[in-house]
């Protein structure tokens, strides 16, 4: 028998579910592309990618078929017993990056739990147990486990759950001379995005990142990329680490991964892998077939020259768009980010108005996302149409004309 269709809305939400989320006002039911609808049948352009998930748009035909077929084929078997899409999927990652093996997770979360543990876990059987200091960066978001909290080192996330994990440290972020400051021998870690994503879509320097890597072989440390927002085609290139000439050692991504269904992956080397051993770390879903059938499509699909090479023409008419906005305007101070991770900088006179402009263009029919109250944050759909692109731009005109009225 189907479930009961009770009657639900908006207001539904403040009575039922935990209140850490302010939901937008409306409710979308459904979406076809970077184009959705609400439960009152207005249409909405989604710059938003439901946060740079949806890389292929909503209901992309050809993971809709694979959702199907292994949906009607095997769902879940647990790592009790391994499955033939996990096998293929972590295949095609490793023949496409540096990485030479693989730990699947569900959630950002928990591949950059699992990389954190890594990194602590090699330093502790490579070298010491007190070669446990780990390195990250002011602003950086890694999830909201109470480790990544604490990587991520956000007082706002991460106080008030109680004693934090040890032996994190937080400089600046884009500054070598801060991480050359605290790093040392018992440093087993500097953990990193290539891109800030949350904090303000901020992309790391090629220097920065050069010399991370330098400061991680002189020290014997890993060096850490948090891909989860940055990876899956996202800049223009599969992973972001490769704009930046370096070979990272540990790589986490899941957002695009799975284009909308919740998947998560660990990169390494066989190297660092080699201290792991049954038991060591796992989880019940991580890996199972349905959620690395659909990874698999998204990135055969992904790791194609049409979509990355399609990134950068894209990104130009957003900011080509954004620059007109601004000359009629004068609102922003700075485009930035790479790719289709695009933040648009509120100027010093309109900070503070991020939050506005989103609710002023959902009532437009458009929806973008913040980062931090002074960034519009745009992580559309790596496919999305040019004519979607330019008709959501007008709905973003509109909405900062109200916004500044
Ligand atoms: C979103 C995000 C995470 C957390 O991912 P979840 O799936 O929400 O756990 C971690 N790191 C970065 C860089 C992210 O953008």
């Not at 479930?3 to 908006?10: G, H, K, T």
């Not at 035909?61 to 009607?72: D, F, H, N, R, Y």
């Not at 922003?332 to 263009?361: M, P, T, W």
């Amino acid at each position: 028998m189907a479930a009961e269709n009770l009657a639900v809305s908006r207001e539904t939400f403040d009575n039922v579910i935990l209140p850490v989320y302010a939901p937008a006002q409306f409710v979308p039911v459904k979406g076809k592309g970077s184009r959705v609808w609400d439960q009152q049948g207005k249409e909405y352009i989604d710059f938003s990618g439901g946060i740079a998930v949806t890389a292929l748009g909503h209901c992309h035909p050809a993971l809709v078929e694979t959702l199907k077929s292994q949906g009607e084929t095997l769902w879940h078997t647990s790592n009790v017993f391994t499955n033939e899409p996990a096998l293929r999927l972590a295949s095609k990652l490793i023949a496409a990056t540096f990485a030479e093996r693989v730990f699947f997770g569900n959630s950002g979360a928990e591949a950059n739990e699992a990389a954190f543990k890594l990194a602590r876990y090699y330093a502790c059987k490579k070298h010491s147990p007190f070669k446990s200091k780990i390195i990250a960066f002011h602003n950086a978001f890694h999830g909201r486990t109470l480790f990544t909290v604490s990587v991520g080192g956000q007082p706002k996330y991460s106080d008030g759950f109680g004693p934090k994990p040890a032996d994190i440290v937080h400089v600046p972020f884009n500054d070598l001379a801060a991480v050359k400051a605290v790093i040392d021998d018992h440093t087993c870690a500097i953990v990193v995005e290539p891109i800030q994503g949350e904090g303000g879509v901020m992309p790391a320097t090629p220097e920065f990142i050069q010399g991370l890597r330098a400061l991680c072989d002189q020290h014997n440390a890993l060096l850490v990329l948090d891909e989860v927002q940055s990876g899956m085609g996202r800049s223009g290139k599969l992973f972001a680490y490769e704009h930046y000439g370096i070979k990272p050692d540990i790589i986490t991504t899941a957002k695009a991964l799975g284009g909308g269904f919740p998947v998560s992956a660990m990169l390494t080397t066989h190297e660092i892998a080699s201290v792991m051993a049954p038991g060591v770390h796992g989880t019940t879903y991580g890996g199972n077939p349905l959620a690395c059938a659909i990874a698999e499509t998204a990135l055969d699909i992904i790791n194609t020259p049409e979509v990355l090479n399609g990134v950068d023409a894209r990104r130009e008419q957003f900011v080509s768009a954004l620059q007109k906005i601004n000359q009629q305007f004068d609102i922003f101070s700075e485009i930035r980010g790479k790719g289709l991770l695009l933040g648009a900088v509120l100027n010093a006179q309109h900070a503070s108005k991020a939050r506005d402009i989103l609710n002023a263009s959902a009532a437009e029919g458009l929806m973008v996302l913040t980062a931090g109250s002074d960034v519009i944050r745009f992580v559309p759909s790596l496919v999305i149409e040019p004519t979607d692109i330019a008709e959501g731009m007008a709905r973003f005109a509109r909405a900062i004309a109200k916004v500044l009225n």
